[in-house]
């Protein structure tokens, strides 16, 4: 590629590095550790082998308490901050994780589905994704919710598919997954949201459903390989 057409690659790095300065991040970080601490890490035991797709800058693989550790994205910059411990795979796919069958214990997603390029990619990361799981294995996504956003899902230039917990939900079941847990709102959207971000806050909207059901944007999914 000339520096005149940049690869797509090339595009989504920059799309990153200008959406998320050093001090966001930071807060970013923060907001993850205790949203890992306080709800994510009951669903996730202390040797459990767990794979982080898309993990992007790395905040949940690197404040999760658990066994082994994956961290699957093909940006190059992830790499860059991985925690000691993992291992981070740059797979030649989005739909790819390059690990051997029945592998790993939980799998979790957080903002990617999204940014695939189409339904029948979903489908085929779906697949990927219960190939490498343990019989019984998890799958945990958090997950922007076209539902609650309307015109904001499309403020970032990389979202390129438009899902809601039920058509998550039927993509998940159609491929060999149960669902254990289906939460149309968990989350705000973003971070860079006007919402607080000091760790009393966030422990305290974790704690209060209520609190989800009013702010909530993003879905919450638990289920289960068949």
């Known amino acids: 590629m000339t520096e005149e057409n940049p690869s797509p690659l090339s595009n989504l790095v920059a799309i990153y590095r200008e959406r998320f300065s050093e001090r966001a991040l930071k807060q970013k970080n923060k907001v993850w550790r205790v949203i890992c601490e306080d709800f994510l890490q009951r669903f996730i035991g202390p040797t459990d082998s767990v ?3 898309g993990a992007g800058t790395c905040e ?3 404040n999760v308490r658990c066994g082994k550790k994956y961290a699957v994205d093909i940006n190059p910059d992830t790499g860059k901050f ?3 411990g993992v291992v ?3 797979p030649e796919t989005e739909s790819s994780l390059a690990l051997p069958d029945s592998s790993i214990d939980v799998v979790f997603a957080s903002n990617f589905f999204e940014h ?3 339904r029948q990619a979903i489908i085929d990361t779906l697949n990927e994704i219960r190939r490498v799981l343990v019989p019984c294995g998890k799958l945990i996504i958090v997950q922007p919710n076209v539902k609650y956003l309307y015109m904001e899902y499309w403020d970032y230039f990389d ?4 899902l809601s917990e ?3 939900r039927e993509a998940v079941v159609t491929c060999g997954f149960a669902i ?3 939460k149309g709102r968990f989350l705000p959207y973003t971070f860079r949201s006007r919402y607080p971000k000091s760790k009393v806050f966030v422990w305290t909207y974790l704690k209060l459903p209520i609190l989800h059901r009013i702010f909530g944007k993003q879905m919450f999914i638990v289920a289960r390989k068949h």
């Open 51 to 53: 794979l982080d797709l």
């Open 60 to 62: 949940f693989i690197n």
């Open 82 to 84: 991985a925690a000691e």
């Open 88 to 90: 981070v795979i740059r």
């Open 116 to 118: 695939l390029p189409s």
């Open 159 to 162: 979202h390129q598919l438009a």
């Open 166 to 168: 039920e058509s998550m």
């Open 180 to 182: 254990e847990i289906l």
